[in-house]
């Protein structure tokens, strides 16, 4: 009897009992700040800060070189190479440079005939640029989706496969990161990748869309979308439930140190790229950042959630939210003693009180409510659980609440 409740309850809940699935990848990438404008130095220094401020420490572990590290033609053999101006080292040295910090390195490259810089693309290379990054001992490569349109003869579900496919077949362990912009709904496809793009590129913007963004995650834009840190949450609504360990949805780059958001619009955007279980990837300069946001992003708990055993990612609770005022998210955690976290955003109120019925997070097992303790992480505050409401006083406008439920 007690075998067999045992067996139906972990069937119930499958990702409960897994021990060290994959998580959401850490690291920083160097687009959103240099664009094309990369070199030697910049990577190496920013290596040393990822060390230096401790973000290492925190888990950013991976060094990703965007756009901009190639020269413009393949070498006599037809690999790629770095432009030896900027990278006079070459790429093997910088890898060694960054294995020797503890860190782990990236690298960029397409699927089509040219990249969106017009460096030579993978299309019909895939093999040997796979080789190539192996040879290099790279650990990462963000393959994008630019310049495909005149090949015109494989889908893009095609030319991804060729690269995984490639990748697989290179000897080296490296992590694949798609870049298809939520083109052609890759959540349906692209689980041979560990992490897909579901947009349009994010925009350094708290709720402020470049011109043309579409607002759900079923709508087409192209790479450079210009989408705010609200919409990438809206379009997540869709989404959510998709996420799974080793295929994760990539909500772009951290604007967290960016210099265009306030405190509690860093902490909200933070909040909602972990606990939907994207990627952490900082696009800030860590050259620069000031310690604001560095605390924002070393944020343990908060930390500890995107890096959760469970792997399962929020979801949006439409009962308990009100459109263009109050966000309501909740899902299961399953690391340690905690059990289960709750987002309330306040994304269009002044200051308010948000009044969760607990009746309403699908997950919580509310018959072991008496066992736990309710931290707020952001302020450091415990609750003593009493009473069928989570009652959540002073939400500021453009502030997320973040409430962990944990075994005591
Ligand atoms: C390297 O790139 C950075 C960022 O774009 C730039 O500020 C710096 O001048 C460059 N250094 C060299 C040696 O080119
Ligand atoms: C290397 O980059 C510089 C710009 O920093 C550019 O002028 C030069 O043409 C590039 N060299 C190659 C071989 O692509
Ligand atoms: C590459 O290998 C991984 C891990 O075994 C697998 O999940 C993925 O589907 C493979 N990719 C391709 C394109 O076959
Ligand atoms: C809240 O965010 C919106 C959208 O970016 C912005 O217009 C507004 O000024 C922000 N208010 C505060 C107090 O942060
Ligand atoms: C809820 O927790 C109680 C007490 O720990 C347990 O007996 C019950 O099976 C749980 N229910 C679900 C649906 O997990």
Not at 327 to 356: C, E, H
Request: include cysteine.
């Amino acid at each position: 009897m007690f075998v067999t409740t045992l067996v139906v309850g972990l069937l119930a809940v499958p990702c409960l009992g897994s021990v060290n699935p994959a998580k959401p990848q850490m690291g920083w990438n160097s687009w959103n700040t240099f664009k094309s404008n990369i070199n030697e130095t910049l990577i190496k220094s920013s290596a040393k800060s990822l060390v230096d401020t401790g973000l290492a420490q925190a888990g950013y572990k991976y060094v990703n070189l965007d756009d901009g590290w190639q020269a413009f033609t393949r070498d006599s053999s037809g690999r790629q190479q770095p432009n030896s101006t900027r990278f006079p080292s070459g790429m093997k040295a910088l890898a060694d440079f960054v294995h020797h910090m503890g860190l782990e390195i990236g690298i960029y490259s397409d699927s089509g005939i040219y990249d969106c810089a017009f460096y030579p693309g993978s299309y019909g290379y895939e093999e040997r640029d796979a080789a190539t990054y192996a040879s290099w001992t790279i650990d990462y490569l963000k393959f994008d989706n630019c310049g495909s349109f005149q090949a015109g003869t494989l889908s893009p579900q095609e030319r991804f496969l060729r690269m995984g496919d490639a990748l697989n077949r290179s000897g080296r362990s490296i992590f694949y990161s798609l870049c298809q912009w939520g083109n052609q709904f890759p959540w349906h496809w692209a689980s041979f990748s560990d992490s897909y793009r579901i947009s349009g590129d994010i925009k350094s913007a708290f709720g402020e869309d470049s011109s043309g963004v579409c607002q759900s995650a079923y709508c087409l834009n192209t790479g450079y979308a210009g989408v705010s840190v609200l919409t990438m949450i809206r379009k997540m609504r869709e989404l959510s439930r998709f996420q799974r360990p080793g295929s994760w949805g990539d909500m772009d780059m951290l604007e967290v140190g960016t210099g265009t958001m306030n405190l509690h619009q860093e902490q909200t955007h933070f909040s909602f790229w972990a606990a939907l279980k994207s990627p952490l990837i900082i696009g800030a300069d860590v050259n620069t950042i000031s310690k604001v946001s560095l605390n924002i992003l070393m944020n343990k708990e908060i930390i500890a959630i995107s890096q959760d055993d469970a792997g399962v990612a929020v979801n949006y609770l439409p009962d308990l939210s009100t459109e263009h005022k109050v966000q309501v998210w909740g899902g299961p955690l399953a690391s340690g003693k905690s059990r289960y976290v709750v987002l309330a955003l306040n994304y269009g109120l002044d200051t308010t009180k948000i009044t969760i019925p607990l009746i309403g997070l699908p997950g919580l097992n509310r018959s072991n409510l008496a066992k736990y303790t309710l931290r707020e992480v952001w302020a450091g505050k415990v609750y003593h659980h009493g009473g069928d409401n989570l009652v959540l006083e002073n939400v500021a406008l453009n502030q997320t609440k973040v409430v962990v439920f944990s075994e005591r």
